[in-house]
């Protein structure tokens, strides 16, 4: 099993709409999770970091972590196609390392 | 103003050939990483520095070594390098040691012929 999965995609979704990205961990004693946005041939870039049960809330970004279910997910509000990248999570599992998983391939179509 | 930046963005070369990446970071933070991006877009860490102090080493061939001489530059050397080794690597690095909300170089495209 692998320790942070993803469903690569792509998902796409039409301007205006909510796209949701889930990933799912292995690790028990995870403690903290990130969302970071990749877009084509460029490096990745945190847009979210949760630590805590519950949801949370930037802008048109709301991650949300279910540690019991060990799912952590991504929200993006209307959407846009600039939000059109790959969106990678990754989970600290106390080893002083991040752990990601493949990604998921968003796809935003005006 | 860039924060963490690496050279070169491009290397090709030849099976066997010996290369180095070199990264440097002028955000002051502690801690530097190298990742590696395979084909399939997996990203992996393979080392962590924490001023100038090895705390990761993941299950990377020993022809790759990682020298950091201050805790603002980590550079990576790979000797006898080999077709699997091509692969977008990254430099990045975080305030402390507890890794995550890392800022990412823009990586360094290495393919070997």
């Known amino acids: 099993q692998k320790e942070v999965e993803q469903n690569s995609g792509p998902l796409s979704v039409p301007e205006g709409a909510i796209a949701s990205l889930n990933c799912t961990y292995s690790d028990r004693g995870s403690q903290s999770f990130f969302w970071y946005r990749q877009y084509s041939g460029k490096s990745p870039e945190l847009i979210m970091s949760?630590?805590?049960?519950g949801d949370k809330e930037d802008g048109r970004f709301t991650a949300q972590l279910n540690k019991a279910s060990q799912y952590v997910s991504l929200l993006i509000r209307d959407s846009q196609p600039s939000d059109s990248a790959t969106y990678l999570c990754?989970?600290?599992?106390?080893?002083?390392?991040?752990?990601f998983g493949t990604g998921t391939r968003l796809l935003v179509s005006p | 103003d860039t924060a963490v930046s690496q050279t070169p963005k491009y290397l090709v070369t030849q099976m066997g050939n010996d290369k180095s990446i070199k990264c440097e970071q002028n955000?002051?933070?502690?801690?530097m990483y190298w990742y590696k991006q395979d084909s399939k877009k997996f990203l992996k860490i393979m080392f962590s520095y924490n001023n100038k102090e090895l705390i990761i080493n993941e299950t990377v061939p020993n022809r790759f070594s990682p020298k950091s001489p201050d805790k603002a530059h980590l550079n990576l050397h790979i000797n006898s390098l080999e077709l699997g080794d091509s692969a977008v690597y990254f430099c990045?690095?975080?305030?402390?040691?507890?890794?995550?909300?890392?800022?990412f170089g823009p990586g360094t495209r290495l393919t070997v012929l």
């Open positions: 955000l002051g933070h502690d801690t």
């Open positions: 990045a690095s975080s305030q402390d040691s507890w890794a995550g909300g890392e800022s």
């Open positions: 990754a989970v600290n599992t106390g080893f002083q390392k991040l752990v």
């Open positions: 949760i630590y805590s049960n």
